[in-house]
C-alpha cells in the first residue's frame, strides 16, 4: 500500500483523497487547522504550519510517505528539495513546486523557455512601482508575487491608484517576499485552463479544454469542453508539454491561458489539480483528480474522454462581515430536483465571507445558475 502524505487540504485535496483511497492508498492530511475538507476522509490527519521547514521535515521522517503531494502554494518548499535528496519523490517534482509558488519564478522561466507572456516588470517599493508601470502602460494589472485566488490584485487604470495598488499588494501577500509583478492587460477574449498529465515513460496527454470565468481573479464558473480554434489548442498544448517537461516529475498540471482574437497567451500553472477543473467531477471518465493520482503511481491512462458536457459554479458564503462563523446550507433539496445537477459541499468547519463552500455541478449555464440561485449559506445562530 502506498503512503501519500498530502500538504493542504482543501477542498481539491479531499477530492484527491477520495481518488486515492479508491486505488487502495493510505493517506496523512496535513494542514494549519483541524477537520480541514480532505483530513475528513483520509485515514489519519496532522495540523502543522507548513511554512516551518523544520516541523515539515520532522514530520516527513515520521511519516516516511512514498510520495509527497503537495496541494498548497504556502509551503517551505526550499526544505522539499531535502527531502527529494532522501528518495522521497515530491510530487510532481519539487523544482516544479518551488518555481510555481511564486509568480516572478515560473514567468521568468517561461520567458527564458520562449513561451509569449504578457509584458510584466517587477517593483519592490512604490517608487519602482511607479516606474514599472510607466514602463507597461495602463491599464495594467499589479500583483503580489506570492498570493491566490485573485488576493491582492489590482486592475489599474489611472496613475493615481497606484498608491492603492501597492497598499493592497503588500497587504494580501502571503510569505515575506515583499514584490509585486505589474501586467500588460490583456484584452482577452476567452481564458482555458489545459489540464496536462506528465507520466512515466508515456506520452504527455491533455484533458479537452476547460473555459472558465473569474471575478476579481478568482474563479467563479468553468465548463468542458471549451470550443476553441484547433491551431491554438495545438499552440497550448505544444506550450504545456514544453514547460511540464522543463518542470519535470508526474503528475497533472492546470496551465492557464488567455485566448486573444488570434492568439494564445501563457498566464500561470498549478502543478496540481486545478479548482476549475472540478468540472471533470462530472464531465470525464476519470477526473483531474483520479488523472493526478495515475499519474503519481505511474499507472497507466488508457484514454482521457468526456463522457458529457458540463459546467460548474461555485458557492460562496457573501454578504457577511464577520470572520469565521458556523453555518448551513438552505436550498441543497431543492436544487438537486434540477435536472442532473450534482453538488460537493467541502465540509469546512467555518465560513466567512467569499470563502468557497461548494461546488454546483450540471449540464449547462443555464441549469447551474438556476440551482446556484436556490442555494444559500445562514450563519447558524441566526436560527
Ligand atoms: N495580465 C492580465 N490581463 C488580463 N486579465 C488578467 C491578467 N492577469 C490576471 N488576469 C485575470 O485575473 C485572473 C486571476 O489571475 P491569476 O491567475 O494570475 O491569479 P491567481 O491569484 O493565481 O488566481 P488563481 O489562484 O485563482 O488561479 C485571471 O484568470 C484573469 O481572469
Ligand atoms: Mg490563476
Same mark, same amino acid.
Given at each position: 500500500?502506498?503512503?501519500?502524505?498530502?500538504?493542504?487540504?482543501?477542498?481539491?485535496?479531499?477530492?484527491?483523497?477520495?481518488?486515492?483511497?479508491?486505488?487502495? !492508498?493510505?493517506?496523512?492530511? !496535513?494542514?494549519?487547522?483541524?477537520?480541514?475538507?480532505?483530513? *475528513?476522509?483520509?485515514?489519519?490527519?496532522?495540523?502543522?504550519?507548513?511554512?516551518?521547514?523544520?516541523?515539515?521535515?520532522?514530520?516527513?521522517? +515520521?511519516?516516511?510517505? +512514498?510520495?509527497?503531494?503537495?496541494?498548497?502554494?504556502?509551503?517551505?518548499?526550499?526544505?522539499?528539495?531535502?527531502?527529494?535528496?532522501?528518495?522521497?519523490?515530491?510530487?510532481?517534482?519539487?523544482?516544479?513546486?518551488?518555481?510555481?509558488?511564486?509568480?516572478?519564478?515560473?514567468?521568468?522561466?517561461?520567458?527564458?523557455?520562449?513561451?509569449?507572456?504578457?509584458?510584466?516588470?517587477?517593483?519592490?517599493?512604490?517608487?519602482?512601482?511607479? /516606474?514599472?508601470?510607466?514602463?507597461?502602460?495602463?491599464? !495594467?494589472?499589479?500583483?503580489?508575487?506570492?498570493?491566490?485566488?485573485?488576493?491582492? *490584485?489590482?486592475?489599474?487604470?489611472?496613475?493615481?491608484?497606484?498608491?492603492?495598488?501597492?497598499?493592497?499588494?503588500?497587504?494580501?501577500?502571503?510569505? +515575506?517576499?515583499?514584490?509585486?509583478?505589474?501586467?500588460?492587460?490583456?484584452?482577452?477574449?476567452?481564458?482555458?485552463?489545459?489540464?496536462?498529465?506528465?507520466?512515466?515513460?508515456?506520452?504527455?496527454?491533455? !484533458?479537452?479544454?476547460?473555459?472558465?470565468?473569474?471575478?476579481?481573479?478568482?474563479?467563479?464558473?468553468?465548463?468542458?469542453?471549451?470550443?476553441?480554434?484547433?491551431?491554438?489548442?495545438? /499552440?497550448?498544448?505544444?506550450?504545456?508539454?514544453?514547460?511540464?517537461?522543463?518542470?519535470?516529475?508526474?503528475?497533472?498540471?492546470?496551465?492557464?491561458?488567455?485566448?486573444? /482574437?488570434?492568439?494564445?497567451?501563457?498566464?500561470?500553472?498549478?502543478?496540481?489539480?486545478?479548482?476549475?477543473?472540478?468540472?471533470?467531477?462530472?464531465?470525464?471518465?476519470?477526473?483531474?483528480?483520479?488523472?493526478?493520482?495515475?499519474?503519481?503511481?505511474?499507472?497507466?491512462?488508457?484514454?482521457?474522454?468526456?463522457?458529457?458536457?458540463?459546467?460548474?459554479?461555485?458557492?460562496?458564503?457573501?454578504?457577511?462581515?464577520?470572520?469565521?462563523?458556523?453555518?448551513?446550507?438552505?436550498?441543497?433539496?431543492?436544487?438537486?430536483?434540477?435536472?442532473?445537477?450534482?453538488?460537493?459541499?467541502?465540509?469546512?468547519?467555518?465560513?466567512?465571507?467569499?470563502?468557497?463552500?461548494?461546488?454546483?455541478?450540471?449540464?449547462?449555464? /443555464?441549469?447551474? *445558475?438556476?440551482?446556484?440561485?436556490?442555494?444559500?449559506?445562514?450563519?447558524?445562530?441566526?436560527?
Amino acid at each position: 500500500m502506498k503512503k501519500i502524505l498530502l500538504l493542504g487540504s482543501g477542498e481539491l485535496g479531499k477530492e484527491l483523497v477520495i481518488s486515492a483511497k479508491r486505488l487502495g !492508498c493510505e493517506v496523512i492530511a !496535513c494542514d494549519k487547522y483541524s477537520n480541514a475538507p480532505a483530513m *475528513q476522509v483520509a485515514d489519519i490527519s496532522v495540523v502543522l504550519d507548513m511554512l516551518d521547514g523544520k516541523k515539515l521535515l520532522n514530520l516527513v521522517n +515520521d511519516v516516511k510517505p +512514498d510520495f509527497i503531494v503537495p496541494e498548497i502554494e504556502s509551503i517551505r518548499t526550499e526544505e522539499l528539495f531535502n527531502i527529494e535528496n532522501k528518495g522521497i519523490t515530491v510530487v510532481p517534482s519539487a523544482r516544479a513546486v518551488n518555481l510555481t509558488m511564486n509568480r516572478d519564478a515560473i514567468r521568468d522561466r517561461a520567458n527564458e523557455l520562449g513561451i509569449k507572456t504578457a509584458k510584466y516588470e517587477y517593483a519592490h517599493n512604490i517608487n519602482e512601482l511607479d /516606474k514599472a508601470v510607466q514602463i507597461i502602460g495602463l491599464p !495594467c494589472i499589479v500583483k503580489p508575487v506570492m498570493s491566490s485566488s485573485g488576493k491582492g *490584485q489590482t486592475l489599474l487604470t489611472e496613475k493615481k491608484e497606484i498608491s492603492y495598488a501597492w497598499e493592497n499588494a503588500t497587504k494580501n501577500m502571503r510569505g +515575506d517576499r515583499i514584490k509585486v509583478i505589474v501586467e500588460e492587460y490583456i484584452n482577452f477574449e476567452s481564458e482555458i485552463t489545459l489540464l496536462t498529465v506528465r507520466q512515466s515513460n508515456r506520452d504527455t496527454i491533455f !484533458c479537452p479544454p476547460i473555459g472558465h470565468k473569474q471575478e476579481g481573479g478568482d474563479y467563479v464558473e468553468s465548463w468542458q469542453p471549451e470550443n476553441m480554434d484547433q491551431d491554438l489548442l495545438m /499552440k497550448a498544448k505544444d506550450i504545456s508539454e514544453k514547460i511540464t517537461k522543463d518542470l519535470g516529475g508526474n503528475g497533472l498540471f492546470g496551465i492557464e491561458f488567455f485566448i486573444t /482574437k488570434n492568439d494564445i497567451i501563457f498566464s500561470e500553472l498549478s502543478p496540481r489539480p486545478h479548482d476549475t477543473g472540478m468540472v471533470t467531477l462530472y464531465t470525464q471518465n476519470l477526473s483531474e483528480f483520479d488523472l493526478h493520482i495515475r499519474a503519481i503511481l505511474s499507472y497507466p491512462i488508457n484514454e482521457i474522454s468526456i463522457l458529457r458536457e458540463g459546467y460548474s459554479t461555485v458557492i460562496k458564503a457573501d454578504g457577511f462581515a464577520d470572520r469565521g462563523f458556523d453555518y448551513k446550507f438552505s436550498g441543497i433539496e431543492k436544487a438537486l430536483e434540477l435536472e442532473n445537477v450534482d453538488i460537493r459541499l467541502f465540509g469546512k468547519p467555518k465560513a466567512w465571507n467569499e470563502r468557497r463552500m461548494g461546488v454546483i455541478l450540471s449540464k449547462n449555464r /443555464k441549469i447551474g *445558475q438556476k440551482a446556484r440561485k436556490l442555494i444559500s449559506i445562514h450563519k447558524k445562530n441566526n436560527y
